[in-house]
């Protein structure tokens, strides 16, 4: 069982997004963030390592992703997770693993290719797959430009969604001024 203060702000986030977070994706969360603050001291992996910035700038932002992945049902007017057996995350610029690795802990049942140019942050990314029990996580290292002549990485079918950064920075900053009115991140003075 988790502590009661454990990712708190990530646990109001996520609910705020429709999903709720088990015991084992807490802690898979808490593992990746003492991971993630570790690595940084060798690795320049992020500038935010503060525990709370790193639940609400990091996994919560990433975690927006997912409402890619929502389905309204017209009959009840509710919204619901869509089960896709066969959806493949394709993450191009990874860095520490965000967007897909936080997708991937709430949604295990999907594919995820991380793809990082530089060798010690996909170092970083194969440890953290090991520790965290993932599953169906490739890690690639190389530049977009050069895996996207690369036939397997391409996907005619449409059964790939390619994350980027910028894709999540405009998704989580709307998401943010959505949110009941109160933004997650401090407002300057």
């Known amino acids: ?3 009661p203060n454990m990712m708190k702000k990530l646990i109001a986030g996520a609910k705020h997004l429709g999903t709720e977070l088990s015991d084992r994706q807490l802690e898979q969360f808490e593992l990746y963030y003492r991971e993630l603050t ?11 390592t503060g525990y709370e910035d790193v639940q609400i700038k990091h996994f919560l932002d990433s975690l927006t992703v997912t409402l890619a992945l929502k389905s ?11 089960s896709h ?9 990874t860095g520490a693993g965000l967007p897909g690795i936080p997708v991937k802990i709430v949604r295990p049942e999907i594919s995820l290719t991380l793809l990082e140019a530089t060798a010690k942050k996909a170092r ?3 440890q953290l797959k090991q520790k965290l029990g993932l599953a169906d996580v490739e890690i690639v290292t190389a530049r977009a430009e050069e895996v996207g002549h690369q036939r397997r990485y391409r996907d005619p079918a449409g059964k790939v969604l390619p994350v980027t950064s910028p894709v999540l920075a405009q998704s989580s900053e709307r998401l943010r001024s959505e949110s009941c009115g109160r933004p997650w991140r401090r407002q300057r003075n």
Not at 85 to 93: C, H, Q
């Open 1 to 3: 069982m988790t502590h």
């Open 38 to 48: 570790d690595w940084n001291q060798r690795v320049n992996l992020t500038a935010i």
């Open 72 to 82: 309204r049902d017209s009959r009840t007017n509710l919204t619901a997770l869509t």
């Open 85 to 93: 057996p066969d959806l493949a995350v394709l993450d191009v610029g």
């Open 124 to 126: 970083f990314l194969e």
